[in-house]
Nanobody, 126 residues
Framework: VQLQASGGGLVQAGDSLRLSCAAS????????MGWFRQAPGKEREFVAAISWSGGNTYYSDFAKGRFTISRDNAKTTMYLQMNSLKPEDTAVYYCAARRTSSSSNYYSTRNQYEIWGQGTLVTVSS
């Protein structure tokens, strides 16, 4: 079982990035997924979550209106489109997965997730 996050990089404030999280070794369409991030010296925090059907999404306050979470179950991949990036968005972004029996469930806390990817670094310069 593996989650592989990618798409990070160095961008300027106001730019956009799309992160991807490719899953393997699991029945992706039965896992709720989420993005978290961890800035230097800070705790890992919730960014966004999506149910396994893709029909329900949930965002942290700082992500609302700027970030969009989505998934393609056929490609076993989740995405995070990030627009209007700010220097305070600089962090390592992690994807996570949790098996659930409900197509509508999503989760917003770290300890609710079972599987974690390795993270991808996003650096936003001012």
């Amino acid at each position: 079982v593996q989650l592989q996050a990618s798409g990070g990089g160095l961008v300027q404030a106001g730019d956009s990035l799309r992160l991807s999280c490719a899953a393997s070794g699991l029945t992706f369409s039965r896992y709720a997924m989420g993005w978290f991030r961890q800035a230097p010296g800070k705790e890992r925090e919730f960014v966004a979550a999506i149910s396994w059907s893709g029909g329900n999404t949930y965002y942290s306050d700082f992500a609302k209106g700027r970030f969009t979470i989505s998934r393609d179950n056929a490609k076993t991949t989740m995405y995070l489109q990030m627009n209007s990036l700010k220097p305070e968005d600089t962090a390592v972004y992690y994807c996570a997965a949790r098996r659930t029996s409900s197509s509508s469930n999503y989760y917003s806390t770290r300890n609710q997730y079972e599987i974690w990817g390795q993270g991808t670094l996003v650096t936003v310069s001012s």
